[in-house]
């Protein structure tokens, strides 16, 4: 699996569909969708594949989008990729990117599929990337942000509007400076008054506490009036975050699912073996901070958990910081000069080290299931998740700060 998809909650249920390879855990079949509902982002049960690569538009695979609730109708927008055979270089010749929009009563039955925009209704200086429509509603109209890769190898943003779903105008392009040279899964939101870009770059200069990963993942602060962008903030510094997705729970609170997978890293995931690959971070409101930095909560009351379920650690400091260490299994968490840094041994099947700066840690929340380990920092602040795969119930253990044990693991 990668990128969550379609995120809504629509008439008492949760949906949670994703990009699905089935039969190939290395991701070499077509992308379908494949579909989770759940009641309360707790508890998800699988209800199959939805979307497979069936019509001439989405023949190579129904790719990522998002999904709409109005006036009691899931309304879902996707990508169908398609390539031609042929000599091609795929990036500006022999690749569609096909927008598709599909309606259902119920979440479950989908309607016909129906090709909204192509590749001939993108500027000029689009490449044929052009992919991963979000859609939201905003005072009665219809709006989209696409990810794309221009001509001369910049990622940008389009934006579309439409007072019909089924027609759709091209408004206009988001791009920053040296931001690498495609921005996949864009997100508009609104959090505390405040309007924000997501988008996941590729091609950005790796460096030592800046875009660590082979591909990145942030968000931007977005001036509505002049379709500006800040300075890129990162969602994530763990080894395994992309292509996040957000929305409105029943609450009214926004929530972030990501992919816990990174594509083209160096490092591997054992569970190929056994014919699957990947998963998805636990749910995470978000809520701004007063410097308009994003923080990121995990929907986890982890007192709730018993012993037998995913265990936490919570830790305090109050004193003076001195360097401390913490230690989950082969994993090591480690607070030095104003640095926090995790590392794996062979459990991290070849992650080697990713680095947060942050002059104090106030607290830690660490959720560590049999295979993730998601790491919250300063109420959120700074998130590390990460994949490792230990061969036992990794232990924990402190040193230099204390914690509190809520719940252990043991499947
Ligand atoms: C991001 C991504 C999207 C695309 C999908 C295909 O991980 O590359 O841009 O729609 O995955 O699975």
């Known amino acids: 699996m990668n990128d969550p998809n379609g995120l809504c909650f629509f008439e008492g249920l949760y949906h949670v569909f994703f990009q699905y390879s089935p039969g190939s855990a290395d991701g070499t079949t077509k992308r379908c969708w494949g579909h989770f509902v759940s009641p309360d982002l707790k508890w998800f049960e699988y209800k199959g594949i939805v979307f497979r690569p069936d019509i001439p538009e989405d023949s190579d695979g129904a790719f990522s989008g998002s999904a709409v609730v109005k006036d009691g109708k899931m309304h879902i927008f996707y990508t169908g990729n398609v390539e031609h055979p042929g000599n091609y270089d795929y990036i500006n010749e022999g690749r569609e990117g096909n927008q598709i929009h599909v309606v259902s009563p119920d979440g479950f039955e989908m309607s016909p599929k129906k090709v909204i925009l192509k590749n001939r209704d993108y500027p000029d200086d689009c490449s044929c990337h052009v992919r991963d429509p979000k859609v939201w509603i905003e005072d009665g109209k219809w709006k989209m942000v696409l990810g794309a890769r221009t001509k001369d190898d910049r990622g940008e943003v389009l934006f579309f509007e439409a007072a019909d779903p089924d027609d759709w105008h091209f408004v206009r392009s988001v791009t920053a400076p040296d931001m690498g040279y495609m921005w996949e ?48 903030e990162e969602f994530d510094y763990g080894f395994d975050f992309y292509a996040p997705q957000t ?18 890293s160096r490092y591997s995931n054992p569970t190929t073996s056994l014919g699957w690959q990947h998963c998805l971070t636990i749910p995470r409101r978000l809520e701004l901070e007063e410097d308009g930095r994003i923080c990121q909560i995990p929907l986890v009351d982890y007192c709730e958990y018993k012993e037998g379920e995913p265990f936490a650690v919570v830790l305090d400091q109050n004193e003076e910081q001195g360097p401390f260490t913490i230690c989950v299994g082969d994993a090591v968490l480690r607070f030095e000069n104003e640095v926090l840094s995790l590392s794996f041994g062979s459990s991290g099947c070849g992650r080697d080290i990713r680095k947060v700066r942050c002059s104090r840690i106030r ?49």
């Open 185 to 232: 899964c864009p997100d508009l939101f609104e959090l505390g008054g405040k309007t924000f870009l997501a988008v996941c770059p590729q091609g950005l200069d790796h460096e030592e506490f800046k875009y660590q990963n082979t591909f990145s993942s942030g968000y931007f602060s977005f001036d509505r009036d002049n379709y500006s962008v800040s300075d890129l």
């Open 247 to 264: 929305f409105l729970d029943a609450n009214g609170d926004r929530i972030l699912i990501g992919w816990m997978g990174m594509g083209d």
């Open 363 to 411: 607290d830690l929340k660490i959720l560590v299931d049999s295979s993730s380990l998601e790491i919250f920092i300063n109420g959120g602040r700074f998130v590390m998740s990460s994949r490792f795969y230990p061969d036992n119930i990794p232990s924990v253990e402190c040193c230099g700060c204390s914690a509190d044990i809520a719940g252990i693991l043991c499947s």
